[in-house]
């Protein structure tokens, strides 16, 4: 396993906590494209954060992930059948699916072997969705500090499996019929708490510490202050984007 895929297996309560929810428009476009509404499956759930708000849109969520540990701390639902499985092997029949989302985890797979298993799992015309974020803006001042304080010095510490998020997905070959969507914005309104508490999960600042220090937010937090009042809250937009396919 990649080391940095190793660090989802460490403090997962931590996660469920300070991960941010993602915009509710972006299920609203989902359901609206979706052509049925009984059976979505949650790839990689991790906490289940995509499970519990599709809830609101599907008559049952398959929410698997091979980590015990997110399982362990996710939202519960009535609706929701958690399960430990790899997404690229599962137990799941054929033709089963309404929907598939693959939610901040698809550069983890193997993507010919994922796309196998999700086309034979993915109904006729069933909907597969994949999205994420990576970076973040939030203004110039304090971009700047972030970049160099933070940015720059963690850059070594990611694996190439994040990169592929850090592109967008760009270059991957996607097997489905694409749909556009209108652009969908992810923005949270957070104090310099949250942000801090936010980057602890972060795989690369773990790495980081682990090897040099455990004073890296902390610096941060201090070259920070000037620039953002003790609990004031500023709006943090998230570089995200998604993509919607048919299985023909």
């Known amino acids: ?90 137990y799941f029949p054929n033709n089963y699916f309404d929907l598939i989302c693959a939610a901040q985890c698809l550069h983890w797979f193997n993507f010919q072997i994922y796309f196998n298993e999700v ?22 001042n304090i971009d700047n500090i972030i970049d160099s304080a933070l940015f720059k010095i963690i850059d070594p510490f990611w694996s190439d499996k994040n990169r592929i998020l850090h592109k967008q997905y760009s270059g991957i070959e996607f097997p489905f019929t694409k749909i556009n969507i209108p652009e969908v914005e992810m923005s949270l309104s957070w104090d310099l708490n949250q942000l801090l508490s936010y980057l602890q999960t972060w795989s690369a600042v773990k790495l980081y510490i682990d090897k040099y220090s455990d004073h890296l937010l902390e610096n941060l937090r201090q070259l920070l202050s ?23």
């Open 1 to 90: 396993m990649d080391k940095n895929a190793k660090t989802f297996n460490l403090e997962s309560e931590k996660y469920f906590l300070n991960r941010p929810r993602y915009p509710l428009e972006l299920y609203s476009f989902i359901n609206k494209h979706c052509n049925g509404n009984k059976l979505a499956w949650d790839c990689a759930c991790g906490n289940g954060q995509v499970a519990i708000d599709l809830a609101s849109y599907f008559e049952k969520i398959e929410a698997s992930d091979i980590n015990e540990n997110q399982i362990i701390n996710s939202f519960k639902h009535e609706k929701i059948n958690y399960s430990i499985q790899n997404s690229e092997n599962t």
């Open 119 to 140: 086309k034979r799992t993915l109904k006729k015309n069933g909907l597969f969705v994949t999205w994420g974020y990576s970076f973040f803006k939030i203004d110039n």
């Open 226 to 248: 000037g620039h953002w009042p003790e609990n004031s809250k500023k709006k943090i937009k998230m570089d995200f984007f998604c993509y919607f396919g048919y299985n023909e």
